[in-house]
């Protein structure tokens, strides 16, 4: 995930979305009875810690079935601090269909996965919980340990909540004194569809993400910088019931990184816990309009989530939290 979003290609590697965002790695356990029992911290914790530094974007690409009220705290203290929250939806499309968390948490921006035909990916989760969809198959990721091969067909919708993190970064680091809602409201304004801005019956949120329409206007007007843009839509939804987040939340951009404390640990393959508690179920599969951007102007903090017994890209601070595959 931390390669999709900043890599620089270097060495034969890929690069990433925004290549020239900075990666903040941290490790966390989102199992606590699990493999990782009293190696890493969990989640609820991570994401206060991550709160209280000058990173901009939380990518979570990972899920657990299960709400906690310390974890739906912490989000909130997270968008309280001014923080823009990014998950995956799950890959639960061919099963129950259900999102878990933290996507279904308030103030979270879900993802969902689309394929190269522009329509709703088979196996991702959809509905309810989705505001943006974004490329999630035959996608390279590293498929060993040793970081010494790229699987080429590696799908899911942890691929696709990275490159919406990604868009943002490269939208917030092009408007660095917007807020969090000003660079989600830009997402979602400008985001591919077929369908009006509003329509909760749409499987798919507000469409394909598209950073490239705001990076081409540099007098994009974002919208008020403290009114939440889900808020309606979430309403509409039945989604989550949400306020505006106040004007002290807004933080401002650093120059400086973050302290933070990272962990290096192998990588595993198994998607863990993705089953779901919360969403709908839907076998509809809808057209998005798809449209990519080689932009890659960015010089955001972006932290990552790594779920338990996965690799934290070392040095600095990134979240590489599980990765949900559908293979």
């Known amino acids: 995930m931390a390669e999709l979003i900043a890599g620089t290609g270097a060495g034969g590697g890929i690069q990433g979305l925004a290549p020239g965002a900075k990666i903040v790695p941290y490790y966390v356990s989102v199992d606590p009875d699990g493999a990782d029992k009293g190696k890493a911290p969990e989640f609820a914790e991570v994401l206060r810690a991550v709160a209280d530094t000058d990173v901009k974007i939380i990518n979570m690409s990972f899920g657990n079935p299960a709400f906690d009220e310390e974890e739906q705290a ?15 939806a799950g890959n639960d499309g061919l099963e129950n269909g259900f999102a878990g968390y933290p996507v279904s948490y308030n103030y979270v921006l879900g993802v969902s996965s689309m394929n190269e035909e522009g329509k709703i990916s088979k196996f991702a989760t959809r509905g309810n919980y989705v505001d943006l969809v974004a490329p999630g198959e ?42 969090a809602n000003q660079v989600t409201r830009a997402l979602i304004d400008t985001a591919g569809r077929k369908w009006p801005k509003n329509d909760p019956t749409q499987y798919s949120g507000y469409g394909t993400v598209r950073p490239r329409v705001v990076l081409a206007n540099p007098n994009y007007d974002a919208g008020a910088p403290y009114s939440d843009p889900l808020a309606k839509w979430n309403r509409e939804k039945g989604k989550k019931l949400v306020t505006e987040i106040p004007p002290a939340s807004a933080a401002s951009p650093s120059a400086t990184p973050p302290s933070a404390t990272g962990s290096s640990q192998a990588p595993e393959n198994s998607s863990g816990a993705d089953k779901a508690a919360a969403g709908s179920k839907a076998d509809k599969t809808e057209n998005v309009a798809a449209e990519s951007s080689s932009d890659d102007n960015s010089t955001l903090w972006i932290a990552l989530g790594a779920a338990a017994a996965v690799v934290v890209i070392g040095g600095g601070a990134f979240v590489v939290l599980r990765s949900r595959r559908a293979t």
């Open 138 to 179: 035959d996608v390279p990721t590293w498929c060993d340990a040793s970081f010494q091969s790229y699987c080429s067909k590696s799908s899911g919708t942890s691929i696709s909540s990275a490159l919406v993190s990604a868009s943002a970064a490269l939208i917030w680091s092009a408007h660095p004194n917007w807020t």
């Open 74 to 88: 912490a989000v909130e203290y997270a968008a309280s601090r001014g923080k823009l929250l990014v998950a995956s």
